[in-house]
């Protein structure tokens, strides 16, 4: 009887140090629900930009719309290369790969600086995007031989500032869309009751299930409180399903399906958002080895995840699709779970892939009512916002902090109010600095490294 305990326990403390090593392979049976289970953590983050982008190219959102079909290649892109981004993560090639469970998808960091290029622009401003997208993908690997030294220039103070810069110049976008969504503006519809009774069942329906609920009921809060909208939205009337029997099951990438374009603002745009990101990630390797295996990230680990950033992100460019960078909600994941086996993200990626070549998917999640969406972003970037203060929370807030702080953000959040003020700027200039995150994130850090430490 007590040897029959003790080899009980012995084999529990085996598979508790199995699940810390990356290299464990779960039996299928358990890989392929957690792979999933990741999946649904990053789904709702990881396909919004793409809507986001796609509407304000002016691809539309209805199915009446005739660049209906743009805004369904847009969120295969989204779900096909974050899978193979992934892959190049957990599988690695070389130098590639943080070898680790890093699942990466769209962020929202990237929407401020992609919004003002392709606003209005149609094909036009998504060709200039891609340029921008595919040589900050560039640059960004480039980051990978030298991304410990940047390091020093990004305090809390700064990546707390830039975090809250990006929440705040999304906040705008989210209440646009629970109200009805930017073609709506002005007309009678805008902000009706129907619209808001939706959102805000989003809404409530996420905050329950976060706070009151356990385990994956609580992770994925988000996603049960969209779907919860959607089913109210569908007794409303609200959704149509005209474009989902037309569309193919199966359908490839294609090329620079948007053209490729060089823009100085895109490139600009990206290669700092590149820099953030590679900062990003080097937080969220280090938040997964230590959350999951109780131990210091390597330097060849940090590396080789900002490599695989930044070929993910070039890549997608050229197909067509969205910048790359690794999920920190995932991070988070691993630290509930304790499974650190890089093969179960690699079968979610797998799923991911699967899906990005099925239009029908794509077309199903375009069925979603703009207002339905809208309530699920308020939650999420004000959440952007929550993080971006909690990094605040770090910071030694004395009269040097504060003066930074102060002038950062008045310029960048003025700018983001006031475009106007520059009107008299080229418009590379106007793109870069109406977005505020570019001149609240350059003054942020110009002043931490050249004032003193104290001020008299």
């Not at 598979?15 to 290299?23: A, G, I, N, Q, R």
């Not at 329950?208 to 996603?223: E, N």
């Not at 690699?346 to 892939?353: M, Q, R, S, V």
């Not at 971006?388 to 002038?407: C, Q, T, Y």
Request: charged share 10%; with cysteine; aromatic share 8%.
């Amino acid at each position: 009887m007590t040897d029959t305990s003790i080899s009980s326990d012995e084999r529990s403390a085996d598979l508790k140090l199995l699940l810390k090593d990356p290299d464990y392979t779960p039996p299928l049976a358990q890989a392929v629900p957690l792979g999933i289970q990741h999946v649904m953590a990053m789904f709702v983050s990881n396909v919004t930009p793409a809507i986001i982008v796609a509407g304000a190219a002016g691809f539309g959102f209805g199915s009446n719309s005739p660049d209906f079909p743009n805004l369904i290649y847009m969120i295969q892109m989204s779900m096909l290369f974050a899978g193979i981004a992934t892959l190049f993560q957990t599988i690695g090639m070389g130098p590639v790969g943080g070898r680790l469970p890093i699942v990466q998808g769209t962020s929202f960091a990237f929407l401020p600086i992609m919004i003002p290029i392709v606003a209005g622009q149609g094909l036009a401003g998504m060709g200039a995007l891609m340029g921008g997208v595919v040589i900050g993908g560039i640059f960004h690997f480039i980051l990978g031989s030298f991304i410990g030294r940047l390091r020093f220039c990004l305090p809390p103070l700064v990546t707390g500032l830039i975090v809250l810069m990006i929440g705040l110049a999304l906040i705008k976008v989210g209440i646009q869309y629970a109200a009805g969504g930017v073609p709506l503006i002005g007309k009678p519809e805008y902000g009706s009751l129907a619209n808001w009774s939706v959102a805000l069942v989003v809404v409530v329906v996420t905050l329950l299930l976060k706070f009151f609920a356990k385990g994956m009921w609580s992770i994925a809060a988000v996603l049960l409180g969209l779907i919860a909208g959607y089913v109210v939205a569908l007794a409303m009337g609200m959704v149509s399903f005209d474009n989902v029997g037309g569309a193919g099951w199966v359908a490839l990438p294609v090329p620079f399906m948007w053209g490729f374009d060089l823009s100085a603002a895109a490139i600009i745009g990206m290669c700092f958002m590149a820099v953030i990101s590679a900062i990003e990630t080097v937080g969220d390797v280090s938040g997964i080895t230590k959350g999951g295996a109780g131990r210091e990230a390597t330097d060849k680990e940090i590396s080789g995840a900002t490599y695989a950033d930044g070929l993910g992100t070039a890549i997608a460019g050229i197909f067509g699709g969205l910048p790359n960078t690794s999920f920190s909600q995932n991070v988070g994941l691993i630290s509930m779970t304790g499974v650190m086996s890089r093969h179960v993200v690699t079968c979610g990626a797998i799923f991911l892939i699967v899906c990005g070549l099925v239009p029908k998917i794509g077309a199903i999640i375009s069925t979603v009512p703009i207002t339905v969406l809208g309530g699920g972003v308020i939650v999420m970037f004000g959440m952007v916002c929550a993080a971006g203060v909690n990094m605040l929370s770090e910071v030694d807030w004395n009269r040097r902090n504060m003066v930074i702080f102060a002038v950062s953000l008045s310029v960048g959040l003025g700018l983001q109010l006031e475009p106007g003020a520059l009107q008299h700027l080229p418009q590379t200039v106007q793109i870069l600095l109406t977005s505020g995150l570019l001149p609240a994130a350059g003054l942020a850090i110009v002043l931490n490294l050249v004032l003193p430490q104290e001020l008299d």
